[in-house]
């Protein structure tokens, strides 16, 4: 299966902020989205991911206080993208090599959506 099919199929919208943001609103939009996971964007562009994990790892186990903190300072900025053509089977492997959960998908340097490693597994 494509990674087009299964975005047509889901229909998933990506939830973005801006690496100045504070931390704290990036916690407070995943929680209304009931997302662990925001793709950051600067004019358009994609510069980064913030996960639920990053925020334990970079924030919560370092007593720091995420309204203090900018998105840019705990984001992980080696962001990899799938193109809609991609098989899932080519994205799964993309992911399990490179320890990643959730993959941004690019159609000409626009963000369409986000596959998380779980739907890519329900969907193979």
Do not use: W
Request: with cysteine; net charge positive; hydrophobic share 35%.
């Amino acid at each position: 299966m494509k990674v087009k099919k299964l975005l047509d199929k889901n229909l998933h919208r990506v939830n973005t902020i801006s690496p100045d943001e504070p931390v704290s609103k990036a916690i407070k939009l995943m929680s209304k989205k009931e997302t662990n996971v925001l793709v950051v964007t600067d004019n358009g562009n994609i510069v980064g991911i913030l996960t639920d994990a990053d925020y334990d790892r970079k924030v919560i186990l370092k007593g720091k206080k995420s309204r203090y903190i900018l998105v840019r300072e705990i984001m992980t900025t080696k962001v990899i993208s799938a193109t809609p053509n991609q098989t899932l089977s080519k994205c799964l492997s993309l992911m399990t090599k490179n320890h990643f959960r959730h993959l941004p998908v690019t159609e000409n340097e626009e963000l369409i959506g986000i596959l998380s490693i779980e739907d890519i597994r329900r969907n193979i």
